[in-house]
């Protein structure tokens, strides 16, 4: 393949990569190539190329909100160590890059004894990730602190649009219809006592751990909260906990997380997800909707 060889003089990448290793499901299909640029420069030449040539490309973060259902043809663009950093903006500003991961930006935020992040801090994602989902928990979602973010478009050139410019809403940002790369985003807190802070994030990751199957590979909660239902109390509801197809599994713990038991493909998982939706419907009639991004 003459692309990748044009890829490989840009940035380090692979070829027929299996996205069950860059993926929390740990299931899924491979991708023809996985690169890796090393920084904003590589990005831009990567992305010039690509779509130079009509390349389909999709962004990766931590894998931890993906499902691959068959093999990619096109380039995952992986963006992690490379863009990861964190910095103070102002007095209660930090910038963080992309590829750091939300977990570290929150612990960071603590140290800094600004309050905003306390709940973000078990979300197994990275900021690019989170942004682009507007993740959230425990009442926590990135729309509460976001103020900025710069992003690349195709062309390689980089734009900064306000939070207010980016459609956030539950689980929904305007990066889901656009081609953009979120390159790092600034979030904007508020001083707050450090010991209140910690109670809070040793809360929120008690709640976790005891409510979700955080010990099986997972994509996180399955499915997007219906208005005016949970999706695991409906799913509970139907009887569905524990129900098994191949390695994926109903969680018996939270039916809201499909999870890997050993040895799934993501057949097995989208085989489930179409069991539960139609038992949901026919039981509740409610349409339940992926909140995992299902590729291909
Ligand atoms: C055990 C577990 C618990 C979870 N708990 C929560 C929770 O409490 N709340 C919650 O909201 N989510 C939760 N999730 C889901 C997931 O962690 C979040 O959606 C997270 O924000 C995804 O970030 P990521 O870096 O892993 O993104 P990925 O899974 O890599 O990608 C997700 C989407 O974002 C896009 N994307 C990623 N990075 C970029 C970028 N730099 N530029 C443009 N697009 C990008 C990808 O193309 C993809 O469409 C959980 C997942 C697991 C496995």
């Known amino acids: 393949m003459d692309l990748f ?7 380090r990448a692979g ?3 299996s996205m069950a290793e860059h993926t929390s499901f740990r ?11 090393a920084g904003e420069g590589e990005l831009s ?7 130079g040539s009509d390349t389909p490309y999709i962004v990766i973060g931590n894998g931890s909100n993906l499902l691959f259902a068959r093999d990619y043809a096109g380039v995952a663009v992986h963006i992690g160590r490379a863009l990861d950093f964190i910095e103070r903006k ?3 500003g930090l910038i963080a890059g992309a590829g750091t991961m939300l977990s570290r930006l929150s612990r960071a935020a603590l140290e800094y004894g600004l309050s905003g992040m306390e709940c973000a801090c078990g979300i197994p994602g990275s900021v690019g990730g989170a942004c682009f989902m507007n993740a959230g928990a425990y009442g926590f979602e990135m729309k509460n602190v976001l103020r900025e973010v710069r992003s690349m478009k195709p062309d390689g050139s980089v734009i900064r649009r306000s939070a207010e410019e980016l459609g956030l809403g ?5 990066f889901m219809d656009s081609d953009e790369v979120i390159l790092s985003a600034e979030v904007s807190l508020a001083p707050g006592d450090r010991a209140e802070m910690e109670a809070l994030m040793n809360d929120c990751t008690a709640k976790r751990n005891a409510k979700q199957p955080v010990n099986l590979p997972s994509a996180g909660s399955f499915f997007k909260r219906p208005e005016g239902y949970f999706a695991g109390k409906l799913i509970e509801d139907s009887g569905l906990k ?3 197809i191949g390695g994926a599994q109903v969680s018996p713990l939270h039916a809201g997380f499909i999870v890997n038991v050993g040895g799934a493909t993501a057949d097995d998982v989208v085989q489930l997800m179409h069991v539960v939706q139609e038992t949901v419907m026919h039981d509740h009639g409610v349409a339940l909707e992926p909140e995992v991004r299902i590729i291909g």
């Open 5 to 11: 060889s044009d890829i490989r003089k840009i940035c």
């Open 170 to 174: 539950y689980r929904k940002s305007a």
């Open 242 to 244: 524990g129900l098994t």
């Open 27 to 37: 299931c899924g299909g491979r991708a023809a190539v996985f690169a890796e640029p």
């Open 45 to 51: 030449e990567l992305l010039r190329l690509l779509s």
């Open 15 to 17: 070829a027929d990569v």
């Open 90 to 92: 102002g007095e209660n």
